[in-house]
Nanobody, 116 residues
Framework: EVQLVESGGGLVQAGGSLRLSCAAS????????IGWFRQAPGKEREGVSC????????YYTDPVKGRFTISRDNAKNTVYLQMNSLKPEDTAVYYC?????????WGQGTQVTVST
């Protein structure tokens, strides 16, 4: 059973930075694409960013382009989401996600709160 564990959330002022981590308990971590989703109160969960398993290609949703950077360290079974220039509208619970061999995996989420 694959487990994804997020960490790094917290309270930060607007303009500040946070780095989220997603640690995976799996032997073949480099086979797994990893994505970050977020869900703000009263809103649907939305995709934020993802990184492929093969060539490390990345995707970002428009609102975070130029501010967020996703990366992976396969030796540590970890994916990072570096979030800079944070805005109050980035406030949400951030979830780590992966899909492999027709199964989806979610982490428990980590709260990010950006104050004005």
């Amino acid at each position: 059973e694959v487990q994804l564990v997020e960490s790094g959330g917290g309270l930060v002022q607007a303009g500040g930075s946070l780095r989220l981590s997603c640690a995976a308990s799996v032997f073949t971590f480099d086979d797994y694409p990893i994505g970050w989703f977020r869900q703000a109160p009263g809103k649907e969960r939305e995709g934020v960013s993802c990184i492929s398993s093969s060539d490390g290609s990345t995707y970002y949703t428009d609102p975070v382009k130029g501010r967020f950077t996703i990366s992976r360290d396969n030796a540590k079974n970890t994916v990072y989401l570096q979030m800079n220039s944070l805005k109050p509208e980035d406030t949400a619970v951030y979830y780590c996600y992966s899909y492999y061999a027709r199964r989806a995996y979610w982490g428990q989420g980590t709260q990010v709160t950006v104050s004005t």
